[in-house]
């Protein structure tokens, strides 16, 4: 059996390009030959059962170019986000032309509800007319499942594969001397790139409240601005700096404004003692650094918002209202300083993310296709 992809891969900068690289690693182990029908940004491999084909783009009629090397697949699988699709006529006509030839899978990696779009219901009436054109679809999130419900998805068409977790196994004190950070600290991480909806500075609004109860506690924002930042997020920089320096606690943040490259990333969760997501967003979604969180065994304490629901599954005493620094710091402080709630929370930090290992998914994933291929 042959798996066909549509998406975008490797070495192009994009979350759903590391996603599919995570995913497909074990299914070539578990003997899948996998095609890759990527983007142009793509690196093109041929090796034995694995190929990458770069050979379309997002901004052109896409259709033919994909559909001439998805024919002889067994099944299609696409990755679906908006910015890389669009909400055009491309994508379903693309679906509706592989019908009865190949068996057509999409995973639909965001959904936005009408009311919170600026949209309006173009992006979930859209979700919803690529998840009629699929024979199955993938979401990662129960919430997602729900809104397609709603939107008149049959129940049986919808799968819930829970976004896979990357098992970290690196020394502590080895990955903070090699990123040269405090060998003594308690650490706390946030990862990624500088954005509002991130919300740095209610962690920094939570720090005078932490040091009172664990004075060397540091957070480390491992990130800085995306490349292609607007000025408002410029701005936001500059007014958590200015934040720290008011609240003197410039000793207590590391704040590089830097990318960090992938090879650095099991050792960013590996250094750390807790990963913070105090974020505050509407998408349905899940969130791939979350996971990467949950493979290091960290403890994670994040916004009760849908993109981490999943934390429920571990703690739900994790989860703060949005916005809720004091919450944050309370949280943060009973992790540090409750050595039998750590370890309550540590165990089973561990066992959702063996339980969502990418091994796991994929196995979820091949019996999927194994059941609509027939």
């Not at 041929?46 to 052109?60: D, H, L, M, Q, S």
């Not at 992938?262 to 979350?290: I, T, W």
Request: glycine share 6%.
């Amino acid at each position: 059996m042959q798996i066909g992809y549509v998406s975008t891969f490797l070495p192009q900068r994009c979350g759903i390009a590391t996603y599919l690289d995570y995913l497909t690693n074990p299914l070539r182990k578990l003997g899948v030959d996998i095609k890759i029908i990527a983007e142009k940004e793509a690196a093109a491999r041929a090796e034995n059962g694995f190929e990458v084909i770069p050979c379309w783009g997002r901004k052109e009629n896409y259709v033919e170019q994909i559909l001439h090397h998805a024919q002889t697949v067994d099944v299609l699988h696409i990755q679906h986000e908006y910015s890389i699709y669009g909400f055009d006529d491309r994508l379903p006509t693309l679906l509706r032309t592989l019908e009865g030839k190949v068996k057509r899978v999409v995973t639909i990696h965001c959904i936005r509800p009408a009311q919170f779009s600026e949209r309006g219901a173009v992006d979930e009436q859209y979700a919803k007319r690529i998840a009629e054109l699929a024979d199955a679809v993938i979401v990662h999130l129960e919430t997602q499942r729900d809104i397609l419900r709603r939107l008149g998805i049959p129940a049986e068409k919808i799968n819930v594969i829970p976004h896979g977790s990357e098992l970290i196994k690196v020394d502590q004190i080895e990955s903070r001397k090699k990123l040269g950070l405090p060998l003594d600290a308690k650490l706390m991480l946030m990862f990624g790139f500088i954005k509002p909806h991130k919300c740095l500075h209610v962690v920094i609004e939570a720090m005078p409240t932490i040091l009172e109860k664990v004075p060397n506690a540091i957070l480390f924002v491992a990130g800085g601005l995306a490349p292609t930042a607007p000025p408002e997020h410029q701005a936001y920089v500059q007014r958590i700096e200015k934040q720290i320096s008011e609240l003197g606690i410039q000793a207590h943040v590391i704040l590089p404004n830097k990318f960090f490259p992938n090879e650095d990333v099991p050792h960013l969760f590996g250094a750390v003692d807790v990963v913070l997501f105090p974020y505050y967003e509407e998408d349905r979604s899940a969130s791939g650094s979350f996971h990467l969180a949950l493979g290091a065994g960290k403890p994670i304490v994040a916004s009760r918002i849908p993109k981490f629901e999943e934390l429920k599954n571990v703690c739900d005493e994790l989860l703060i209202l949005p916005h809720n620094s004091s919450g944050l710091a309370n949280v943060v402080v009973r992790l540090f300083t409750d050595t039998a709630f750590r370890n309550f929370v540590e165990t089973r930090t561990k066992t959702y993310a063996e339980k969502t290992s990418w091994e796991n998914t994929a196995k979820k994933h091949l019996d999927l296709y194994t059941k609509i291929a027939g």
